[in-house]
Nanobody, 113 residues
């Protein structure tokens, strides 16, 4: 069983930055590929970024490529999503997930003037 807790969301102006964190407990964190998903009101949940178990490979949705960076520290059981140049269309609840099997409760990101 994996417990995941996201934090770091909030209200930010367009062009601003936020860093989301995901703290994992209850397992050997380093065996899981990790993902960030987001869900905007009235829309389906979408994949934002992924990172391999060892952290050597990261992939991004086209909509965030060049603006977002996913990273992890397996010794600390932590996952992050650095979000720069934020746009209003990035507004959503952001979730971290381990292998898409275990999910956190989500953290709200709102990009607005």
């Amino acid at each position: 069983q994996v417990q995941l807790v996201e934090s770091g969301g909030g209200l930010v102006q367009p062009g601003g930055s936020l860093r989301l964190s995901c703290a994992a407990s209850g397992t050997i964190f380093g065996i899981y590929a990790m993902y960030w998903y987001r869900q905007a009101p009235g829309k389906q949940r979408e994949l934002v970024a992924s990172i391999s178990a060892g952290g050597s490979r990261a992939d991004y949705a086209d909509s965030v490529k060049g603006r977002f960076t996913i990273s992890r520290d397996n010794a600390l059981n932590m996952l992050w999503l650095q979000m720069n140049s934020l746009k209003p269309e990035d507004t959503a609840v952001y979730y971290c997930t381990a292998e898409r099997l275990y999910w956190g409760q989500g953290t709200q990101v709102t990009v607005s003037v």
